[in-house]
């Protein structure tokens, strides 16, 4: 959509830098919010402070809340350090939005975590929109291993498709293949046999039997996402590591195969108001 602004929250960050790239690519006028600011062309880079976003929003028609402390480990307090610069930062961008006279949508990103993190599964339970985490569980950390991954260009495609399709609407699952870690182990190290690549035997397994895992039915459905295959997935993502220099025949591990790979996001699509 040519000459339409939108704005990025948390830009500078692995999945947003990425959302950013694909909307300059399709024509998008974008504006970047980053606690610290830096180069720009049809990209404009703001400085993101609480009571800033009304200035950054006005203007633009669609806004996309990727920000967020993203973090496995806090010093103190997961309260003070995570959750709440989350909840407050969003409801910040929210109220911004609300207030302004242009934002006709907004697309929240999330993780899956605000679906998986339940101990009452049963197998044969297939996670997806309709399904909500335990907050009790989430405080006693009680979670099914991560079990869908998605390539990175299908999760901005997912937020491109979220912003630009008139039906969208709520929660979608952006996961498009379900896989246990010992699936994972095996199929990278067949298809990279030169990487070291973690033993089926070395990997803890917490899936319960005959999972199902997440869903996309909904995305795929009712926005159209078709997604690139595991082998795209995971070549796109060697290739990239090793034109990077990251990866190395000695000393790689499944672990490190994060570039051009996501593990699964939660998009909520938002209607703000009709202009
Ligand atoms: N990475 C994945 O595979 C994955 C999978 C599923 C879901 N997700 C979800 O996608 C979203 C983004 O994840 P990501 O992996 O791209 O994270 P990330 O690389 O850490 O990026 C998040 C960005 O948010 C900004 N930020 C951090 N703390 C902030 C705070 N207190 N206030 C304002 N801005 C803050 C940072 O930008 P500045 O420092 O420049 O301000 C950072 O670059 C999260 O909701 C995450 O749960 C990610």
Known sequence: MANEKVCVTGAS????SWLVKRLLEEGYHVIGTVRDPGARERLELKKAAQGAFDDIVQGCHGVFHVAAAVTLSYKDDPQTEIVD????????????CKRSTTVKRVVCTSSVTAVRVRNDFKPDDVLDESVWSSPDCCRAKQWIDH???VHLDDVAQAHLLAYTNPKASGRYVCSAINMSAIELASFTSKRYPKHKIASTDEIEVRWPANFKGFSSRKLQDDLGIQFKSLEQMFDDCVESLERKGLLHASNASVACMASKISTIVMIEALWVRLH
Do not use: E, H, S
């Not at 610069?85 to 911004?96: I, K, R």
């Open 85 to 96: 610069p989350c909840l407050l930062g969003t409801l910040n961008v929210l109220d911004a």
């Open 147 to 149: 079990a869908g991954y």
């Open 13 to 16: 960050g692995f999945l947003a």
